[in-house]
C-alpha cells in the first residue's frame, strides 16, 4: 500500500478485499490521501483510488474524510495528441473527395 503507483495499491486494495484484510483499512485511507496527491503522475486512470474505495466499502468502513475527498476530485486526463502533418497521415487520408460548396437543406 505504500508505493506510489496507483496500479499497485489498487492490486492491493483489491487484494486486501478478496482476502477480508479489515485491519489494513488506516493504509487503504493512507494511500487514498497519498494518490491524490500529484494523481495524473500517481494514479492515471484512477484505477488505485477506484479500488481502494471499493475495498473501503466492501469492508463497510467509516471514513468519511476519504470518501468525500474522492467525491470532490476531479481528474482530467491529458488527450492524445493527434498527428496533423502531412507525412504523418495515412496515404489515403488526404485521398477523400473535398467540397467546399454549402450543404444542402435536405441533407
Do not use: W
Not at 28 to 35: I, Y
Not at 38 to 51: F, T, V
Not at 59 to 71: I, K, N, Q, R, S
Request: net charge neutral.
Amino acid at each position: 500500500m505504500a508505493d506510489r503507483n496507483g496500479y499497485l495499491v489498487g492490486e492491493a486494495a483489491a487484494a486486501a478485499s478478496r482476502l477480508g484484510l479489515r485491519e489494513l483499512v488506516p493504509e487503504l485511507t493512507v494511500a487514498s490521501a497519498r494518490l491524490l496527491e500529484d494523481p495524473l503522475n500517481n494514479d492515471k486512470g484512477c484505477s488505485g483510488k477506484n479500488r481502494i474505495i471499493e475495498a473501503l466499502l466492501a469492508f463497510d468502513a467509516h471514513e468519511p474524510d476519504t470518501y468525500l475527498a474522492g467525491v470532490r476530485h476531479v481528474q482530467l486526463e491529458p488527450a492524445r495528441r493527434r498527428a496533423t502533418a502531412r507525412r504523418d497521415r495515412a496515404p489515403h487520408e488526404g485521398s477523400a473527395p473535398r467540397s467546399d460548396a454549402p450543404r444542402s437543406e435536405g441533407g
